[in-house]
């Protein structure tokens, strides 16, 4: 992915699809376990309005079959970022007035070091990863795993510009002991 740019990088994020958080078994299970009792299910729809109804929210859900009240002792936001990014304030801005783009796939676009192409000042960057940046140069970015190794990479670009000393193991290791040892890294 590091070697593709515009559209074969984006045939490329077609061809793998969907999300890049793994398959746990021990989730499986607990959604098989879910069905079977009948406490998950899976709904596709627009939530209309949301109210409080005898200590549970209630959900109006527009789906394919008609509205659909759905009751809830909680209701948690996890859908990610699926809207188009220009919906986010911030985002929005960045792409108005700062001079970011969009990348293959309509989010933000970054340089391999996770820099927002387009919107340097002088010595001054942004940097970004996460969901707003799926269809860069590294798929994995909405994952865990993913937010951590673009952390690192942001990191050593900063470095490479003289923001700030390089982190490896030795260093690491140094200001960890010095933590240990109750003084300030």
Known sequence: MRKLEGDQRAAAYKLMGGTNTPRRRSWQAQMRTGRENGWYRTMSGTVDQMMLRDGKVVSQVKTPQGVVDVSADFVIDCTGLEADIAEHRVLADLLEHCGAGRNPLGRLDVERTFELRGSASGAGVI???????????????????????????????????????????????????????????
Request: hydrophobic content about 35%; glycine content about 14%; proline content about 7%.
């Open 127 to 185: 940097y970004a990863s996460g969901a707003t940046t799926l269809g860069g140069y590294f798929p994995g970015v909405d994952t865990f795993l993913g937010l951590q190794i673009a952390a690192q990479e942001i990191t050593d670009d900063l470095a490479r510009r003289g923001f700030c000393p390089r982190i490896g193991p030795l260093r690491s290791t140094r200001q960890w002991l010095r933590w240990a040892s109750g003084r300030e890294p």
